[in-house]
């Protein structure tokens, strides 16, 4: 059994693809992806339940376009219960691992990605205990014996990868250095941060620390610290949105940026709907943060930020300058017109 994924690339692009009834796989471009991961599968009573999950058989569709596609299925997500209840006792752990196994064999997933929203932390709401820190690394153990285990018998290595919040409270409430030799990747989720929640803008997905807004993190800060932990950077997959963030009431100093805003947007802008409807249109305009290498929009009174072509190539161009193991992005619809996986495409897999 050859322990690797299918895809021989150097660099990877992973999507995350949220099953939903709209959803249409004849409009997914499989060829300019390595993976996807698959949103989400369930927990309930410590098993992993998928019956929600209305498009599934259709994946199979995206294989014939791109037989070295990985495709994982995600379990959890933000707000997702169940993790901390699983991962309690050894007895709970093996019955969310056996049957997330079973799950995964049974819809023919190549791995599993956990996608727990937060390990120790109540933030998103749901239960959380001190000792998840380490029943989570308990539970990934166990996971990676079973993958090997059913892999040997498939003779196929499944692969297993968490999403994982940017920020050193998360990694507080992990064992970090124990985790990674489990996982083939870990996918940070270098967005969102900045959300609703903030009453003051700024950059979401920002490769750089912006110095009209120095207090805030960025993606490069992330990568920094799992770095001088010693976290290999193959393992290191870097975080892209396909969505922005907006806030209104904003002053027009810097073009709105990291002025005061008790007026945040609650839902997202897709990147479609900012291309049909914001980009250098009705009265808001495109401005570019050198130094965040990160764009954003103002119309005088409220402020986009986004991801957009140009910062998806300074992200490709960093992930190839710091050997990581590619991009991750939410979410594959959300970019109707391809804009930026094309770019990611570019940056990342042309030859």
């Known amino acids: ?28 471009d499989a060829t300019k992806l390595t993976h996807i991961n698959y949103a989400f599968a369930s927990i309930d009573q410590h098993k992993v339940h998928g019956n929600h999950l209305k498009k599934i058989g259709e994946l199979k ?14 379990i959890g997500g933000l707000g997702a219960e169940g993790f901390s209840d699983a991962a309690l006792t050894e007895a709970s752990r093996k019955c969310f691992v056996d049957s997330a196994v079973t799950f995964m064999r049974t819809h023919n997933f190549d791995g599993i990605d956990i996608d727990w929203e937060y390990p120790g932390s109540s933030y998103a709401g749901i239960v959380s205990r001190p000792e998840d820190r380490e029943n989570f690394t308990l539970m990934l ?61 700024g950059h979401h997905t920002n490769l750089y620390v912006s110095k009209k807004d120095p207090d805030r993190p960025s993606a490069h800060d992330e990568i920094e610290y799992l770095v001088k932990k010693g976290i290999p950077t193959k393992k290191l997959v870097l975080g892209a949105a396909f969505y922005g963030r907006g806030w209104s009431n904003v002053d027009v100093v810097n073009h709105g940026l990291n002025q005061e805003s008790h007026s945040p947007d609650s839902d997202i802008f897709t990147f479609s709907t900012l291309t049909d409807n914001y980009i250098d249109k009705n009265g808001y305009v495109r401005y570019w943060d050198e130094d965040a290498k990160a764009p954003y929009l103002f119309d005088g009174n409220r402020f986009i930020t986004y991801e957009d072509a140009e910062s998806i190539k300074e992200k490709t161009t960093y992930v190839k300058s710091r050997d990581l193991g590619g991009i991750v992005f939410w979410e594959y619809t959300y970019d109707n017109k391809g804009v930026l996986q094309h770019a990611l495409f570019n940056g990342l897999l042309k030859n």
């Open 1 to 28: 059994m050859r322990k690797t994924d299918k895809n021989e690339n150097q660099f990877n692009i992973i999507s995350y693809l949220e099953d939903h009834e709209q959803l249409n796989m004849e409009a997914v």
């Open 61 to 74: 569709k995206l294989r014939h376009v791109n037989p070295q596609l990985n495709i994982l299925i995600s």
């Open 141 to 201: 153990k166990l996971l990676r014996d079973k993958l090997d285990e059913e892999g040997e018998k498939d003779d196929k290595y499944y692969m297993l990868t968490i999403a994982v919040v940017a920020g050193k409270n998360y990694w507080e409430n992990t064992e970090l250095e124990k985790i990674v030799q489990y996982l083939d990747y870990i996918n940070i989720m270098t967005y969102d941060l900045v959300n609703e929640k903030d009453t003051r803008t």
